[in-house]
């Protein structure tokens, strides 16, 4: 326990001195990367085969839904501000009112921005100039107040508003991508880090002589312990303290199913209860 505590304490030095960051919950992790390991690995030499595989596959599949995913929802928000642009455009080109275009706009059914909400308070005859405090995004604010001064100015500054969020959308795609890449990477790297302390755990534990269950505890304790405290680490770069938590919880959990599924195929020699 105490070179799994130095251990975790100086992951969480060296990402301190690599982010100029304290992490506020940093002696909680240390703690966690200490008692959660332990209580799996009792649970290894403890249990049953069938237990264990119960457990621990159950853990691994709820970790895995909890575990956060790199998502951008800016392209998507910036999917609708275009296609709400465009029917501005068009209503405003057809009818020459932004009122009516607004209207339309809300009753096919388009909610970006709070389009709905300023069309809802233009229908129960609220001026506009008041009812543009209704939006959600600068850009609508602007492209109604630049409408409802009229002219042909008013089809330059949607166009505008077009070709400006067309820019920003394919930014987030590319961040999107580059994110993705990221996480794919990742889990590239914390899975040959599981795959090789998996591996290093059943050597200990059919090769070293003599194999019995205290040994087999200390050596899948050390390792799943290791794995757990460096993939905390690694992927609260990427995803936070607490998806952090979940991604590592996932990783351990995935540690000691493959011990539990190579010693039903393999019958560790010292696979019983702890005595």
């Known amino acids: ?21 304290a992490h506020p919950r940093a002696l909680a992790t240390v703690g966690v990367s200490l008692a959660l ?15 264990r595989l119960t457990i621990y596959s159950a853990a691994a599949l709820l970790s895995w839904r909890l575990a956060p995913r790199v998502r951008v929802s800016l392209r998507r928000r910036y999917s609708e501000l275009e296609s709400l642009y465009l029917k501005l455009s068009k ?13 339309e706009a809300a009753a096919e059914g388009v909610a970006a921005s709070g389009v709905d909400d300023v069309a809802r308070a233009v229908r129960s005859g609220t001026p506009l100039s008041r009812a543009m405090a209704k ?9 109604i107040w ?14 505008g508003l077009v070709r400006a969020v067309r820019v920003k959308s394919r930014i987030a795609s ?27 755990t059943l050597c200990s534990a059919y090769v070293l002589s003599p194999p019995d269950a205290l040994r087999i505890l200390c050596s899948a304790y050390l390792n799943s312990a290791l794995l757990f405290s460096s993939s905390a680490a690694f992927f609260r770069l990427l995803y936070g303290g607490r998806g952090a938590l979940a991604h590592a919880t ?9 011990l539990t599924l190579a010693s039903m195929l393999w019958p560790l020699p010292a696979s019983g209860p702890l005595k």
Do not use: N
């Not at 630049?146 to 166009?159: D, F, M, T, Y």
């Open 1 to 21: 326990m105490v070179t799994v505590a130095a251990f975790a304490l100086a992951i969480e030095l060296a990402c301190w001195l690599a982010t100029k960051r």
């Open 37 to 51: 390991p332990l209580i799996a690995s009792l649970a290894f030499v403890c249990l049953s085969e069938w237990w």
């Open 91 to 103: 209503g405003l080109a057809v009818h020459g009112s932004i009122e009516r275009a607004l209207v």
């Open 135 to 143: 939006a959600r995004d600068y850009g609508l604010a602007s492209a």
């Open 146 to 159: 630049a409408c409802s001064r009229g002219g042909a100015k008013s089809a330059q500054v949607l166009e």
């Open 174 to 200: 590319e961040v999107e991508a580059e994110l993705r890449t990221i996480e794919f990477r990742a889990k590239a790297v914390s899975a040959a880090v599981l795959t090789s302390l998996a591996l290093l």
């Open 250 to 258: 996932q990783a351990l959990a995935t540690f000691h199913l493959a």
